[in-house]
């Protein structure tokens, strides 16, 4: 039964799609728009498009972005995250092109906000990021971590938010360094999305077999060749995934 999720993450940094380590040393890739639109061609199930420098800089979602790759007639289903300021800002990026929006510093922030773009949206097209590490929940603005709250497991667990992007931050970009007892913080039923340092078949594998996992995300492990997102799945026979798939390249 196909049910889980292989998602492949661009990150995208002042315009530019970059190969992250934990967040803090990045190199060029090239065009986020291509990436996503490769992702789209070698089977990805979902596609994160991660804009890491619009709230810090308070500058909302990349909506020039999403037009662009709006353009590209993807079939692949895109989650947006960067931005996210304000119930309007998600339905704007969702009618531009992401069909799903990640929020961030709004769960801190502004709740009601959150909750009125599930109003709008539906539920299921609002995602909460929860970056952990074994200090707690990571506040990038601030660089502080504490214990998740109490209105972060209450808006997961009564559905505000329809999933949890639990990012192993301090791995991120570190082939084989997911921590998976980052997974067991959340306590509850909602379901989770693993991100962070998952390089392998086998920790694709390992992240799925978990109940509440329903999707591993991949993201710099993607970009260093040509149909990885085949390879990978083709590595993992027998798991809840769509099967490979291969598109004939087009040259952006």
């Given amino acids: ?25 990045y190199l060029p ?4 728009e291509v990436l996503v639109e490769n992702l ?25 972005l999403l037009e662009l790759i709006g353009k590209r007639g993807l079939s692949t289903p895109l989650i947006y995250a960067g931005g996210i300021r304000n119930a309007q800002d998600a339905v704007d990026a969702v009618h531009a092109a992401a069909d799903r929006v990640v929020v961030d510093a709004l769960i801190r922030d502004d709740l009601d906000q959150v909750a009125r773009a599930g109003s709008l949206l539906g539920n299921q097209a609002i995602i909460g990021s929860v970056p952990l590490s074994d200090d707690g929940w990571l506040d990038y603005r601030t660089g502080a971590s504490e214990p998740p709250s109490a209105a972060l497991l209450d808006a997961l667990q009564s559905g505000v938010l329809s999933e949890a992007l639990v990012t192993d931050w301090k791995h991120e970009g570190s082939p084989e360094a997911f ?51 085949q390879a990978l799945k083709e590595a993992i ?3 809840p995934v769509r099967p490979a798939a291969y598109q004939q390249t087009r040259y952006a």
């Fill in 1 to 25: 039964m196909i049910n889980k999720r292989l998602v492949g993450v661009v990150t995208v940094r002042q315009g530019w799609a970059v190969q992250s380590f934990g967040y803090g040393r």
């Fill in 29 to 32: 890739l090239g065009r986020p």
């Fill in 40 to 64: 789209d061609r070698w089977g990805a199930d979902e596609i994160l498009l991660n804009c890491i420098d619009r709230t810090c800089r308070s500058a909302g979602p990349d909506m020039a």
């Fill in 179 to 229: 921590d998976p007892a980052l997974l067991d913080l959340l306590d509850g039923d909602f379901p989770l999305i693993a991100f962070g340092g998952i390089s392998t078949p086998g920790q694709v594998r390992s992240v799925l077999a978990r109940p509440r996992v329903v999707a591993a995300a991949v993201g710099n492990f993607l970009s260093y060749r040509e149909h990885a997102v």
């Fill in 237 to 239: 026979p027998g798991s």
